[in-house]
């Protein structure tokens, strides 16, 4: 009797640790997205820092022209940090806008590239 508790609590210990490793977030691009609006664009996406301690990350959003000096944020331990970039079409020279996100440096290549077709 007592082996057969001893079993099912583990059973449901090992469910909750399992269920817990699995549904955890990792540290990243998420919720990316590109919204039309009546005359303009809105790419958001959020930054999930679920590290021990603050991390600096690098955003470049593109629209076609010469780039332009990506924007330096911080992403605070354990939270997330949401970013949004207005595109408008009559500043666009190409139908395409480009998103990179660098962590810590924008030196080398980014860990994150989305690139969008506006139509």
Do not use: C
């Amino acid at each position: 009797m007592v082996f057969v508790s001893v079993l099912v609590l583990a059973v449901v210990l090992g469910s909750v640790v399992y269920y817990g490793v699995h549904r955890a977030r990792l540290t990243g691009i998420e919720n990316e997205r590109l919204s039309r609006l009546a005359d303009h664009w809105v790419l958001d996406f959020d930054i999930v820092n679920n590290d021990k301690t603050d991390r600096v990350y690098y955003i470049e959003v593109n629209q076609g022209g010469p780039g332009r000096e990506p924007s330096k944020v911080v992403a605070a331990a354990g939270k997330v940090f949401h970013f949004a970039a207005y595109v408008y079409p009559d500043k666009v020279g190409a139908d395409e806008v480009t998103m990179k996100v660098w962590r810590d440096s924008p030196e080398g290549p980014p860990f994150w590239v989305s690139t969008y077709y506006l139509r």
